[in-house]
């Protein structure tokens, strides 16, 4: 088993910037791939950025292209999320998910990740 705690969330102004962090314990060595997701109020889970652990590949989605970074320390078993020039529509509680499947198919598919964190709140205002 894995279990991921999620941390940095907060109330920002629109654009501003927050970093999130991802800690993973247990059987990390389960782990391949790494993702960020987030869900607002009445609207689905949607994923965000990945990462693939062994060699730090990243992938995005178009809404966080040029905006978020993802990034990963092996040795503290840690991804995180730097997020910049956030949006009022940025707003929403964010996951980090893992998942033994590598990255490169169905990448944001949320069936997919095998566990995840309980969240943390990123509420931008305008």
């Known amino acids: 088993q894995v279990q991921l705690v999620e941390s940095g969330g907060g109330s920002v102004q629109a654009g501003g910037s927050l970093r999130l962090s991802c800690v993973a314990s247990g059987n990390t060595n389960m782990n391949s791939c790494m993702g960020w997701f987030r869900q607002a109020p009445g609207k689905e889970r949607e994923g965000v950025a990945a990462i693939f652990l062994p060699t730090g590949s990243t992938q995005y989605v178009d809404s966080a292209k040029g905006r978020f970074t993802i990034s990963r320390d092996s040795g503290k078993n840690t991804v995180y999320l730097q997020m910049n020039s956030l949006k009022p529509e940025d707003t929403a509680m964010y996951y980090c998910?893992?998942?033994?499947?590598?990255?490169?198919?169905?990448?944001?598919?949320?069936?997919?990740?095998?566990?995840w964190g309980r969240g943390t709140q990123v509420t931008v205002s305008s």
């Open positions: 998910a893992a998942r033994t499947l590598g990255c490169g198919v169905s990448t944001f598919d949320r069936s997919r990740y095998n566990f």
